[in-house]
């Protein structure tokens, strides 16, 4: 079974970037230790420097499930959600390939 990337765009209000980046700081090893996360990046758009994306992947769509359900997701989500200027969209996605260094 493929793993599963899960991409959020999030609009943060640009009054509330900073405390954005703070919640997400004393929150990300907690994400990334939950069973099945495998790996966890925070962008921002190279224009739109308010808007952040999370790019998380997970071993099987069930273990992104559980983390969606779960009382840290709840309780983080609670504390970021009034902070976006507009609704967040999210992707997920299996991924097909992955070309490492040196591949032919």
């Given at each position: 079974m493929s793993a599963l990337i899960r991409i959020v765009r999030l609009p943060v209000s640009e009054d509330r970037l900073e405390e954005f980046m703070e919640a997400f700081d004393r929150s990300k090893a907690r994400i990334r230790a939950f069973e099945g996360?495998?790996?966890?990046?925070?962008?921002?758009?190279?224009?739109n420097r308010h808007v952040v994306f999370t790019?998380?992947?997970?071993t099987t769509h069930e273990h992104l499930d559980r983390y969606l359900q779960?009382?840290?997701?709840?309780?983080?989500?609670?504390?970021?959600?009034?902070?976006?200027?507009d609704?967040?969209?999210a992707w997920?996605?299996?991924?097909?390939?992955?070309v490492e260094?040196?591949?032919s």
């Open positions: 996360c495998l790996r966890l990046e925070l962008m921002r758009d190279r224009l790019c998380s992947e997970w779960s009382d840290l997701f709840r309780s983080t989500w609670r504390k970021v959600r009034p902070m976006f200027s609704k967040p969209q997920s996605l299996e991924k097909l390939h992955s260094p040196g591949a």
